[in-house]
């Protein structure tokens, strides 16, 4: 519901982009997604892992593009709210507790990634994700947030 690519060639396309957002982290590192719910009811999600290498290039080959700030930045994070969870500090809440598990595994600082005018980008600031790096994959810009422990 929050991604741009809402329509798929066919079920194994589709399986394939759960697999790069959802099913690569949840197998990997399932200490690192933590979902949010009341009542039964989902209300979003954050996952990711507490460092990025080349072994995530493989599903997600932009990460590359950014591979000499993994150092600095090395945790790596995707978070989503259901549309009628949005704007009423969930994220905030979820991005918090996130950090907490990946400062205790010992990671230095953590990132994002998102658009360049992405509307979320004031967000991810006010969560201290002051360092901006832009650069290009196949010709389209992406903005790189990054946060120091
Ligand atoms: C970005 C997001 C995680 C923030 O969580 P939240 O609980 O809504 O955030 P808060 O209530 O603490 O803060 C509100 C801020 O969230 C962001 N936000 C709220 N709704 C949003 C939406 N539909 N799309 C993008 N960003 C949104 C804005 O930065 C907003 O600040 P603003 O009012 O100054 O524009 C959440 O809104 C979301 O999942 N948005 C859609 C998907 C998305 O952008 N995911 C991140 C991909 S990199």
Not at 58 to 83: G, K, S, T
């Amino acid at each position: 519901m929050t991604s741009s690519v809402r329509e798929f060639s066919s079920d194994e396309a589709r399986a394939k982009f759960v697999y790069k957002y959802f099913g690569f982290y949840h197998e990997k590192f399932a200490d690192f997604c933590w979902f949010a719910q009341k009542e039964g009811k989902s209300l979003g999600y954050c996952l990711g892992a507490p460092m990025t290498d080349s072994s995530f290039f493989v599903y997600q080959p932009h990460l590359e593009v950014f591979n000499d700030l993994y150092e600095v930045f090395p945790a790596h994070l995707h978070i989503n709210l259901h549309p009628d969870s949005q704007g009423l500090g969930i994220g905030k809440l979820l991005v918090e507790k996130w950090e907490e598990v990946a400062r205790a595994s010992g990671a230095l600082g953590m990132h994002i990634m998102t658009g360049v005018d992405a509307r979320n980008k004031s967000f991810y600031l006010r969560q201290g994700f002051t360092t901006e790096v832009v650069r290009n994959y196949k010709g389209n810009p992406i903005l790189f947030m990054g946060k120091n422990f």
